[in-house]
């Protein structure tokens, strides 16, 4: 490698030595969309020209097409490769130090969770009958918080119905080919704790399921997280609550245990994040209107004192 070498190649020949084969494919295929952005930005910067300037330049075109936080991802997402360049001595000095990022005004968010008389709406509403459907899948995301694919990858070996947990130890390839996959991370290995109504119904749902075949991939058939999205459309239209995605299931849930007074290690666990930083980053403006909260709570208690 020499710094008259193209930005762009260097950075796809970085992705190839250090990033494929270890880490996941959905997390390679980030890298690989921003070699795209490299193709389309900057195809002719080569190394030794990669100053300061030249690096806020493409961080200020990408932020033309992306929110703040995409930018912020594209950052950091090739830094690592600028900061071995500079470790090779193909750039002098690290580009990348004190970079402004920027984004497109953010377009307005639709809701990411329901409150829960919106979600006892939702539920209430959904077809649970004997035959397994996704209105089962729906309940379980919204009972236990787990993530698309781990809901997908469930057997009924999985439930221990007489502890009233239900085990985490696989996700399916919905991406994919299908087939299992190992989990995002060692914490999202994790038991999950049942309250008994759900116990009881999905023991009922499974006695006769073949006990080590996906509940809801039928004839491994390939699934597609739009198609129950579309599902969970309908339903919160039925209900006439906001409508939300299969992962605004997993915020619901969050946010239903934060407003519960449940702990953020307790929360962090149940939902498999690798550390409570991810649940307070995730959930901070909870966080914070439940701090404000106990805020009032102690100036009245103090209040009373005297």
Same mark, same amino acid.
């Given at each position: 490698?020499?710094? $008259?070498?193209?930005?762009?190649?260097?950075?796809?020949?970085?992705?190839?030595?250090?990033?494929?084969?270890?880490?996941?494919? *959905?997390?390679?295929?980030?890298?690989?969309?921003?070699?795209?952005?490299?193709?389309?930005?900057?195809?002719?910067?080569?190394?030794?020209?990669?100053?300061?300037?030249?690096?806020?330049?493409?961080?200020?075109?990408?932020?033309?097409?992306?929110?703040?936080?995409?930018?912020?991802?594209?950052?950091?997402?090739?830094?690592?490769? &600028?900061?071995?360049?500079?470790?090779?001595?193909?750039?002098?000095?690290?580009?990348?130090?004190?970079?402004?990022?920027?984004?497109?005004?953010?377009?307005?968010?639709?809701?990411?969770?329901?409150?829960?008389?919106?979600?006892?709406?939702?539920?209430?509403?959904?077809?649970?009958?004997?035959?397994? $459907?996704?209105?089962?899948? *729906?309940?379980?995301?919204?009972?236990?918080?787990?993530?698309?694919?781990?809901?997908?990858?469930?057997?009924?070996?999985?439930?221990?119905?007489?502890?009233? &947990?239900?085990? &985490?130890?696989?996700?399916?390839?919905?991406?994919?080919?299908?087939?299992?996959?190992?989990?995002?991370?060692?914490?999202?290995?994790?038991?999950?704790?049942?309250?008994?109504?759900?116990?009881?119904?999905?023991?009922?749902?499974?006695?006769?399921?073949?006990?080590?075949?996906? &509940?809801?991939?039928?004839?491994?058939?390939?699934?597609?997280?739009?198609?129950?999205?579309?599902?969970?459309?309908?339903?919160?239209?039925?209900?006439?609550?906001?409508?939300?995605?299969?992962?605004?299931?997993?915020?619901?849930?969050?946010?239903?245990?934060?407003?519960?007074?449940?702990?953020?290690?307790?929360?962090?666990?149940?939902?498999?994040?690798?550390?409570?930083?991810?649940?307070?980053?995730?959930?901070?403006?909870?966080?914070?209107?439940?701090?404000?909260?106990?805020?009032?709570?102690?100036?009245?208690?103090?209040?009373?004192?005297?």
């Amino acid at each position: 490698m020499n710094n $008259n070498q193209l930005f762009v190649e260097y950075y796809k020949e970085w992705v190839s030595i250090y990033k494929e084969g270890a880490i996941r494919p *959905i997390t390679l295929s980030k890298y690989k969309m921003a070699i795209s952005w490299l193709e389309k930005l900057v195809p002719d910067l080569k190394l030794c020209n990669l100053d300061r300037v030249a690096y806020q330049k493409l961080i200020n075109d990408y932020a033309k097409y992306h929110e703040r936080q995409t930018t912020m991802d594209f950052h950091h997402q090739i830094k690592g490769s &600028i900061l071995d360049a500079v470790d090779e001595g193909l750039i002098p000095k690290d580009p990348t130090r004190k970079a402004i990022i920027k984004g497109k005004t953010p377009s307005e968010k639709k809701p990411k969770y329901l409150n829960q008389f919106e979600l006892h709406n939702l539920l209430t509403s959904l077809d649970l009958n004997d035959d397994v $459907n996704w209105d089962w899948f *729906i309940l379980l995301v919204a009972k236990t918080g787990m993530r698309f694919s781990e809901a997908l990858a469930l057997t009924p070996n999985d439930f221990d119905f007489s502890k009233q &947990i239900v085990s &985490i130890t696989k996700t399916w390839d919905y991406k994919g080919e299908g087939g299992f996959l190992p989990t995002k991370n060692k914490s999202s290995v994790r038991k999950v704790q049942l309250d008994w109504k759900t116990v009881m119904q999905f023991s009922q749902l499974l006695k006769d399921l073949p006990c080590e075949e996906p &509940i809801f991939v039928k004839d491994k058939n390939k699934i597609y997280n739009s198609t129950v999205n579309d599902v969970l459309f309908r339903l919160c239209k039925k209900a006439e609550v906001p409508t939300i995605s299969i992962h605004g299931l997993r915020h619901t849930h969050a946010s239903l245990l934060l407003y519960a007074g449940v702990s953020i290690a307790s929360v962090a666990r149940r939902l498999g994040h690798a550390s409570m930083t991810t649940t307070q980053k995730t959930y901070l403006h909870i966080i914070q209107e439940l701090e404000n909260q106990d805020v009032d709570i102690v100036m009245r208690s103090l209040a009373n004192l005297s």
